[in-house]
C-alpha cells in the first residue's frame, strides 16, 4: 500500500511545509530486495544479500569479535578501535573524516554505572557520521546470569539506551538494536553464534527491527549443526536454505505469501497452507516459487493429522515451520460472543499448539529444525477490542518462552516475531485518520511491509541461526500500535 504522505513529504513543496510545522518527514528506507522489479513505492532497495559498507566497531575484548568480522564481513570496509576513548586520540584523527553506514560498540565490559559513560562518549562523536538507513549494533551480556549486581545492573541499562537513541534516530531510517550474550566475557573466544545477528543487523535485511534485544546463546555451539558452522560456511550466500523444506501456514497472501516467497528464494522447498476458500489464490502464489499447496482448516481438530499425513506422503520430513494463519474477530468484551473468544484462540493458539505436538511425536521435524511463530505488537501492548486476539498472541509468545529450553535439547529452536503496524489489505481497510496514526507512531514514521516480516522470518530460520532460541523479535520499527 503507498503511503501518499510520506511521498508528499519528499516531494519539493510538501518537504518545505512539513519542516515549517514540523511535521514529521519519513525516511526513505533502504531495504534488502526481495521482489524483482522496481522498489516498491517511497522505498530505497539494496541489493540481493547487501551488509552494509563501513563499519566502525569499538572493542576492549577484541581479540575473537575482531577476527569474526573481518572474516565474515570481507566485503565491507571495517574499522576498529579498541575503546571509545582511543577513537578520540591523535592516533585516530583519521577517523574525524570518516562516514560509516554502521557502527557496533562492545558492551560487555561495561561493569559499573560509571563505565556506562564509555557510550555517551562513542556516539556523541560518531552519530554524525552515520549515513541514513545507517545501523548501530551494540554488544551486550544477559543480565540475569551475571552474579555480580553492578554487572548485571550496568548491562541491564543497555536496554534502555537503544531503545531511547532509537527513537532519537529513528527519523534518519537508523536502526538500533542489541545483542546480548548469555556467556561470560571470558568465554570470548567462542562467539560464532554472534555471525547470523550480526550480518542481520548490519544488513538492510532489518529496515523495520528497531529498538529490539535479541539474546544470543551460545551455549549451543554444542549442538550437532553447528559443528558444521564454520566462519567460511557462515557467510551470507545467495541460497542459505538450499535443501531444506518448510512448511508456512497462512500462505495464500499478505505477510505469509512474502514468507513463502522468502524462504523459496533462500532455496527451500515450500509447502504452502490455506484453507479451501482460499485455494485459487494459493495456487497461484505457489506457482511462481513452485511450492506445494496444502488445503487444510487449521481450525478443524484433525487438521494436524492432515498435515502429517501430507508430509510423510510428499517430503519425509521438514526442516521450518513457520506457524501465521491467524484471524481476527474484534468485538468490545462485553458484548463479544463466546463464539468469537474460541475460533479466535483455537485457530492462533490452539491449532500451533496440535500441530506442533503431532509433528514431534511423528518425528516430522528434521534435527537442526526451526520454528516460527507469528504472534503480535497487539500480544504485547493489548488493543481496544482485541481482548480474544491479544490473548492468543501473549499465548503465542508463552509456547515459545516455554518450550524453548526443551526444544534446544532435541537441536530444534523456536522463536517468534511480532509484527506491529504493517501494510497490508487488512490495515488499508482501516480509517484514515487512525491508519495514519498507526504509520507514525513508530520511530520511523512509517509502517512496516510484508517483506519486513520475511526477511526476519527467514534469519530466523537459517542454519546459522542456531544460537537464538526463545526470542521473540518484534518487526514493528518500535510501534506499540499493530495488528
Keep these: 500500500m503507498t503511503d501518499g504522505y510520506q511521498q508528499f513529504s519528499h516531494s519539493f513543496l510538501g518537504n518545505k511545509i512539513c519542516k515549517l510545522f514540523g511535521l514529521p518527514i519519513p525516511a526513505k528506507l533502504k531495504r534488502l530486495a526481495l521482489h524483482s522489479g522496481q522498489p516498491s513505492s517511497g522505498q530505497s532497495e539494496a541489493e540481493p544479500n547487501e551488509q552494509v559498507n563501513n563499519i566502525l566497531v569499538s572493542t576492549s575484548l577484541n581479540s575473537a569479535l575482531v577476527a569474526l568480522i573481518q572474516d565474515n564481513f570481507a566485503s565491507s570496509e571495517v574499522t576498529f578501535s579498541q575503546s571509545a576513548e582511543s577513537v578520540l586520540s591523535t592516533d585516530n584523527w583519521v577517523l574525524k573524516d570518516l562516514i560509516f553506514d554502521g557502527l557496533v560498540f562492545d558492551a560487555r565490559d561495561i561493569k559499573s554505572a560509571e563505565q556506562l559513560e564509555s557510550l555517551y562518549h562513542f556516539f556523541n562523536q560518531h552519530l554524525s557520521r552515520l549515513t541514513a538507513s545507517g545501523k548501530i549494533v551494540l554488544l551486550g551480556l544477559n543480565p540475569e546470569q551475571l552474579t555480580n549486581c553492578q554487572h548485571a545492573t550496568a548491562q541491564y541499562s543497555l536496554q534502555g539506551f537503544i531503545k531511547s537513541l532509537a527513537k532519537e534516530v529513528g527519523r534518519k531510517g537508523i536502526t538500533v538494536n542489541l545483542l546480548m550474550l548469555e556467556n561470560s566475557p571470558a568465554q570470548d573466544e567462542n562467539l560464532v553464534g554472534l555471525v547470523s545477528p550480526l550480518q542481520f543487523f548490519l544488513s538492510y535485511a532489518s529496515a523495520y527491527v528497531n529498538g529490539q534485544v535479541l539474546k544470543v546463546n551460545n551455549a549451543t555451539i554444542e549442538l550437532e549443526s553447528s559443528a558444521q558452522v564454520t566462519p567460511q560456511s557462515t557467510a551470507q550466500v545467495a541460497k542459505p536454505l538450499q535443501g531444506k523444506v518448510a512448511l508456512v501456514t497462512g ?23 490455506d484453507i479451501a476458500p482460499m485455494e485459487q489464490v494459493l495456487k497461484q502464489s505457489l506457482a511462481k516459487i513452485n511450492g506445494l499447496p496444502l488445503l487444510v482448516d487449521v481450525s478443524k481438530a484433525d487438521a494436524a493429522e492432515q498435515i502429517s499425513a501430507f508430509i510423510k506422503a510428499e517430503v519425509s520430513q521438514v526442516d521450518i515451520v513457520v506457524h501465521n494463519a491467524g484471524i481476527t474477530r474484534d468485538k468490545m468484551l462485553k458484548t463479544m460472543p463466546l463464539g468469537l473468544w474460541k475460533q479466535v484462540l483455537n485457530i492462533n493458539l490452539s491449532s500451533i499448539e496440535r500441530i506442533n505436538a503431532q509433528l514431534f511425536n511423528e518425528q516430522l521435524i528434521n534435527s537442526g529444525g526451526r520454528i516460527v511463530c507469528l504472534s503480535s505488537i497487539s500480544g504485547i501492548a493489548g488493543n481496544v477490542g482485541q481482548t480474544n486476539y491479544a490473548t492468543s498472541k501473549a499465548g503465542v509468545i508463552g509456547l515459545v518462552q516455554s518450550t524453548a529450553k526443551t526444544l534446544g535439547e532435541q537441536n530444534i529452536t523456536i522463536n517468534g516475531v511480532a509484527p506491529g503496524f504493517i501494510e497490508t489489505k487488512m490495515t488499508g481497510k482501516i480509517p484514515f485518520l487512525t491508519r495514519q496514526i498507526g504509520r507514525r507512531m513508530s520511530s520511523l514514521s512509517q509502517g512496516g511491509t510484508p517483506d519486513d516480516v520475511a526477511q526476519t522470518i527467514a534469519f530466523l ?3 546459522q541461526s542456531f544460537a537464538i532460541n526463545g526470542n521473540v523479535l518484534r518487526v514493528c520499527g518500535q510501534n506499540m500500535l499493530g495488528a
Design 251 to 273: 500462505a495464500a497472501q499478505g505477510i505469509g505469501a512474502a514468507i513463502a516467497e522468502k524462504l523459496a528464494a533462500d532455496g527451500a522447498q515450500v509447502i504452502g497452507l
Design 461 to 463: 530460520a537459517a542454519p
